[in-house]
Nanobody
């Protein structure tokens, strides 16, 4: 099983920025996604990046969040700008190794998961 390690979570003021990272031994040909989970909302899809670095983001974060990948470092990033209190959650990275061009957006299609990193946005 691929081991995914998240880092970069923490506390930030509303309107601020934060970048979280997810590193594994390899991401070649993978879809990689960020999900978040908070009380009352369950697990929510945030963003995906595919094997050709094509990205998608959820409407709730569009224009504020961006997903990117550094293949040499085997690391996927989620840059979060203009943070709101509603963004407070535990953020998880996940990987789907089945070589999709268009990545899925539901948790069931992702075989590998990290342990999560907590993001707290305060006013």
């Amino acid at each position: 099983q691929v081991q995914l390690v998240e880092s970069g979570g923490g506390s930030v003021l509303a309107g601020g920025s934060l970048r979280v990272s997810c590193t594994a031994s390899r991401y070649t040909d993978f879809c990689v996604a960020w999900f978040r989970q908070s009380p009352g909302l369950g697990r929510e899809w945030v963003a995906t990046i595919n094997r050709n670095d094509l990205t998608e983001t959820a409407n709730s974060v569009k224009g504020r969040f961006a997903i990117s990948k550094d293949n040499a470092k085997n690391t996927v990033y989620l840059q979060m700008n203009s943070l709101k209190s509603e963004d407070t959650a535990t953020y998880y990275c996940a990987a789907d190794p089945t070589r999709k061009r268009i990545c899925g957006t539901i948790p069931d299609v992702f075989a590998y998961w990290g342990q999560g990193t907590q993001v707290i946005v305060s006013s």
